[in-house]
Every structure is written in structure tokens, then in C-alpha cells.
């Protein structure tokens, strides 16, 4: 094999994905079941520009993705223009509205901002595969999966470090580049 297809076959997606071992999990908001206030306290006490969507932290089943921003901003439109809009309002990402308790604020529902089928490969698949991916539909971040359940993200910066830590080791496989 040659230093190139020895690199392209060798590195799979679980390789490359965070979180790593020891690193803290994946931040996911649920589709449904956190308030405005818990959603706003866990997307700034990151710096990801993107969130995963999932059914619940038990299933860890794929919804959706959000950008950062958008949730952000949509939190803050609804605080400033829609009734009723405070900490306690549910965040809603499912298609119908779950019913509230008696006496809840009017849930805040974001399903707008969400992408509906965010890009995902799972675990094994051979990072030349996801990387082609990338170029092609000018990804900026994947999601990885293991029997329908969410493990982790890819971002193009976490593909760039990867290469470069495969160059380093193996001068040749920069071929790869
Ligand atoms: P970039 O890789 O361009 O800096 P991010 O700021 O979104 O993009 O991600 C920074 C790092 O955190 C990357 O290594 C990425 O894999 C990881 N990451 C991104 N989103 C999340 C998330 N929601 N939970 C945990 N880790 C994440």
C-alpha cells in the first residue's frame, strides 16, 4: 500500500470525532423538555457553533442541528416581541406543540431554525469517505452516529487537524492534502 491509501484507509470517523475519551460529552439540547433559560445557559457556557437536536438524553436519537447563533437570536426576538415569552417557557423543536402544564408560560417553539436531516456518517465510516463528503457539499460539520444513536461531531477544523497530525507522523500521507 502506498503511504496515501495506507492514511485514507486507516482513520475512521470515530477517530476524528468529539468528544474524545475524558473530554466532556456532547452538548444536545432535547427537542422538547428544556425551558428558554436552561437552553440559553448551555449553548453560552460553550463556544460551539452548533448544537445536535435529540428525541431525549436517554435515546440519544437524532433530530436536527442548530446553529449557535440563530438559537441566540431567536431566543432573544421571542423575549423582546412574543407574549408571554420568559425562563421558564418550554423550547420546543417537535412538529406539535406537547401540552403544558396549567398556569406554564406559552412555550417557545424554535423547529423553525432547525435543519431537519444534518449531514451524519456513522462511527466506522473511512474518514477519505467523509472528507470527500465535505469538499463536495461544502460541509462545515457532520454528526456521527452508532446504531441510529448520536456519538459525536466532526467539524472541517476537526478533518484539518487530523490531516496535519497524519502529515506530521507520516511526512508522506501529506499527499493527502
Ligand atoms: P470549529 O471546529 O470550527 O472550532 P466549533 O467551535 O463548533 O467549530 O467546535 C469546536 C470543537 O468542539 C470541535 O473540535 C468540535 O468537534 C467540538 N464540538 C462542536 N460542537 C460540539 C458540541 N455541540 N458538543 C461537543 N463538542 C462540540
Known amino acids: ?25 456532547l452538548a444536545v439540547l432535547t427537542q422538547d423538555g428544556m425551558t428558554v433559560g436552561e437552553v440559553e445557559t448551555l449553548v453560552e457556557s460553550t463556544h460551539y457553533s452548533g448544537f445536535p437536536v435529540v428525541v431525549s438524553q436517554e435515546s440519544q436519537r437524532l433530530v436536527g442541528f442548530v446553529l449557535r447563533r440563530d438559537v441566540l437570536i431567536s431566543i432573544d426576538n421571542a423575549r423582546k416581541r412574543q407574549d408571554g415569552i420568559v425562563s421558564a417557557s418550554q423550547v420546543v ?74 502529515a506530521n507522523r507520516d511526512p508522506d500521507s501529506i499527499l493527502f492534502n
Do not use: Y
Not at 503511504?3 to 475524558?22: N, T, W, Y
Not at 406559552?106 to 473511512?126: A, C, Q
Open 1 to 25: 500500500l502506498e503511504p496515501k491509501e495506507e492514511f485514507e484507509h486507516s482513520s475512521l470517523a470515530v477517530d476524528v470525532m468529539r468528544p474524545r475519551r475524558g473530554d466532556p460529552a
Open 93 to 166: 423543536f417537535t412538529e406539535h406543540t406537547p401540552a403544558q402544564p396549567p398556569e406554564a408560560p406559552p412555550p417557545l417553539r424554535l423547529r423553525g431554525i432547525m435543519d431537519l436531516s444534518p449531514f451524519t456518517v456513522t462511527d466506522h465510516t473511512p474518514m477519505d469517505i467523509t472528507v470527500d463528503i465535505f469538499r463536495k457539499l461544502g460541509l462545515r460539520q457532520c454528526l456521527v452516529t452508532h446504531n441510529g444513536r448520536l456519538l459525536g461531531i466532526i467539524t472541517k477544523k476537526d478533518i484539518l487537524k487530523h490531516m496535519a497530525q497524519m
